[in-house]
């Protein structure tokens, strides 16, 4: 008997929290389902679309968004935005690699002095010193130029270099001790042994800075004033209640490589996201 | 380590590099070392005469003729000369770090020679030097990076914090050091007076409610998600995640949109026969003010929430059994064993979530940029210190008062850093829970 009213609670317990969860889940799809047929809509403006979602369905929107460029050139937007993306990512990921391995493999006199102002200087918001940025582009005629904001962001990239330390913590120091004695010298160490067997922890950084440059826009909207230049966030923000699909259909169409990405890396997620907590 | 150099009783080569860089490294026949050491002295001195001494100079006038453009006078650039007067002074410091390099390298070379030792040719030593220091190599590049993208710009901007650039007063207008004043100003002049203390109220009830709610919304979805009966996971967390991975201006952008007058919240409003609301208009303060904080835990629930997983899957699970065979209720096995051991792990996030919260600037940018309100100078009634100080530097000009308050804004969060560092030390040496 007393069995019986213990399965009824859990029952009533499994309920609510599946009740719960599906409330939740909601909540957090709805407005992405929202953009998404939003962008598949027939109309442009939002004004024409009656509540939520759209009766009519089409590719318009998308079509207008590669086509009809005189006013918002998106292909140019993303043209720039794959530019500044790729070239970032790719010198970021190598400053970063570099300074977590050292960090993690060597000890050096001022070792710890660079670690603690690392930490020091990662707990100030990034966008502190943007000001002062602006002001020194500004002064040496820098700004409107894609490759200051490549620039900025490859060299903030080693400031999160904990997620990688991390990683090359865990390789075992006897295969560099065994290197060693077979007279090795540290650049063939790092070149013939430490990238191999580095392979994920690359690719992750590649992304991630890959990611960062993809979606920012205060950075880009500071130091591109020219229409020409503009990145699908500064462009994106551009468009009124009137282009509200091809706004729609702008994000989708951006999103998607990153939330496919984000899936992809979804189980190195938790270790970034902790050890990336003393960051933001 | 060797025995510590004993400059003073070292040979004459020694002392010749100590009065001239490099000259050392040439009288014990380093031929290329030297005359690399001797062309960085000669480039540094060539540079201090021609423009270095006087951009020095600049750097604390900042520039005393004013340009006139009828008589044809090209006027001095203030803030030119404060960067080059800068960029004088950086170099000096590195010029000095080579100079230092170069006695210690003469001192060692002399101490070779006179122990009978070869001395290895350039070539050799910079390979040999490659290999032994690798993480200077390896972290020059990176350091220099940050030098000037980081430290270089914050330097700049505690300059400019204490000069009256800005306003009217840009080049070719003359700069000037005015010492504290923009903080007084900022502390004192009535309407940036009111303005300043009305926002940081704002911001700090802001830093804590948004705190409050990301953190515990976060840990609930977690418990919710770790408990025995959701069956699939990862399908469940998938939609969180799916938030979390949407660019963050898409969603501001978004949101600002379902809010918008043609929004479809708005056509619902109307079409039961009400009128259109503003939601996130001049006037709606409060109503902007909630939605913001609303967007905001959409947009940061999936992180705490993934932070929490990660810690929770690290938790004992004995405990629990322990407590049911005591009978305790679920609630109490909450209260007791689940909540103190998440925030004794998470304190250092905790804070560290404050700090991006009270520098939170997308938030009300993307939702209300670009608005002034009554009895604020140059801001809203929703923006944070953060937001209005892109007001004043970036859309109005305000350079010194902007900088001040950035750096205003800088101690404020540099005593939770502080707190957070002090925290994190606490806590890693504290293994005692777990």
């Given amino acids: 008997m007393k069995k019986k009213r213990f399965r009824v609670k859990n029952v ?71 530019f500044v993306a790729v070239l970032s990512s790719a010198i970021g ?95 063939r160490i790092f070149k013939d042994i430490t990238l191999p067997l580095s392979k994920p922890i690359i690719v992750y950084t590649a992304l991630t800075q890959f990611a960062w440059p993809w979606s920012d826009f205060i950075l880009p909207n500071l130091l591109l004033k020219n229409k020409d230049l503009w990145t699908v966030a500064v462009g994106l923000t551009h468009l009124d209640e009137t282009q509200f699909t091809r706004f729609a259909a702008g994000s989708v169409f951006i999103a998607v490589p990153i939330v496919t990405l984000y899936f992809i890396l979804s189980k190195y997620l938790v270790a970034g996201v902790s050890a990336g907590a003393v960051k933001e | 380590m060797k025995t510590k150099r004993n400059y003073w009783k070292a040979g004459i080569c020694v002392k010749a590099s100590m009065l001239i860089m490099g000259a050392g490294q040439l009288l014990l026949k380093q031929w290329v070392k030297g005359f690399l050491y001797l ?92 290999d032994k220091k690798f993480y200077v190599v390896a972290l020059a590049l990176p350091i220099v990076g940050v030098l000037i993208f980081n430290i270089l710009p914050i330097v700049f901007m505690i300059l ?73 996971k990862a399908f469940w967390r998938a939609f969180p995640i799916l938030a979390y991975a949407v660019p963050g201006f898409i969603t501001l952008l978004g949101f600002k949109f379902m809010f918008s007058y043609g929004g479809p919240v708005n056509y619902y409003i109307t079409m039961n026969g009400g009128n259109a609301v503003g939601f996130l208009d001049i006037d709606a303060g409060l109503t902007a003010k909630i939605i913001g904080l609303l967007v905001n835990a959409w947009i940061t629930i999936p992180t ?56 939170n600037f997308g938030v009300f940018y993307f939702l209300r940029g670009g608005l002034y309100n009554d009895g604020y100078f140059l801001a809203s009634d929703t923006d944070l210190l953060i937001n209005w100080l892109y007001n004043l530097s970036i859309d109005n000009n305000y350079y010194g008062i902007g900088a001040a308050l950035s750096l205003i804004i800088f101690v404020i969060t540099s005593i939770f850093s502080l707190f957070v560092y002090v925290q994190s030390a606490a806590y890693k040496k504290e293994d005692t829970f777990r």
Avoid: H
């Fill in chain 1, 93 to 187: 990921t190598i400053l970063v690699i570099l300074t977590a391995y050292t960090i993690s493999r060597f000890e050096f006199k001022s070792r710890k002095m660079l670690m603690k102002s690392a930490l020091i200087l990662n707990m100030f918001p990034s966008f502190m010193g943007m000001t002062a940025v602006y002001l020194i582009m500004v002064n040496f005629n820098l700004i409107n130029q894609l490759w200051s904001l490549i620039l900025i962001y490859a060299a903030g990239a080693p400031m999160g270099y904990l997620v990688q330390k991390g990683y090359f913590d865990t390789i075992s120091t006897t295969i560099y001790e065994a290197a060693r004695i077979d007279g090795a010298g540290n650049i």
């Fill in chain 2, 160 to 232: 400019i914090s204490f000069t009256n650039y800005g306003g009217d007063i840009v080049p070719p207008e003359l700069v000037d050091w005015v010492g504290i004043d923009n903080f007084i100003r900022i502390l004192s002049l009535s309407e940036i007076k009111d303005t300043f203390f009305k926002i940081l109220l704002w911001n700090l009830v802001w830093a804590f409610l948004a705190t409050f709610i990301n953190y515990f919304g976060g840990l609930l979805l977690a418990l919710l998600l770790n408990k025995k009966c959701v069956k699939g």
């Fill in chain 2, 39 to 130: 062309s960085v002295l000669a480039a540094y001195l060539c540079y201090a005469v021609t423009g270095g001494i006087k951009d020095a100079i600049g750097f604390f006038t900042l520039g005393t003729t004013k340009a006139d453009p009828w008589l044809g006078i090209e006027g001095d650039d203030s803030v030119m000369m404060l960067l080059k007067g800068l960029l004088f002074f950086i170099i000096t410091i590195i010029v000095i770090f080579i100079y230092v390099s170069n006695v210690k390298d003469a001192y060692d070379c002399w101490e070779k020679v006179k122990a009978g030792e070869k001395l290895p040719g350039f070539f050799k030593s910079v390979g040999k030097y490659m």
């Fill in chain 1, 12 to 82: 009533m317990d499994c309920v609510w929290t599946y009740g719960v969860l599906i409330g939740v889940c909601f909540v957090f799809f709805f407005p992405v389902l929202w953009l998404l047929l939003a962008s598949f809509s027939q109309s442009g403006s939002i004004y024409d679309i009656e509540g939520f979602f759209p009766d009519k369905f089409s590719l318009a929107s998308y079509s207008r968004l590669f086509t009809d460029t005189t006013m918002y050139d998106y292909p140019n937007w993303l043209k720039n935005t794959l």
């Fill in chain 2, 304 to 359: 705490s929430m993934l932070l929490a997983t990660g810690i929770l899957s690290n938790m004992n699970t004995d405990l629990y059994e322990a407590a049911s065979i005591d009978g305790a209720s679920k609630w109490k096995q909450f209260i007791k064993i689940t909540l103190p051991f998440v925030i004794f792990s998470t304190t250092p996030v905790l804070i560290t979530n404050f700090i991006g919260n009270f520098n």
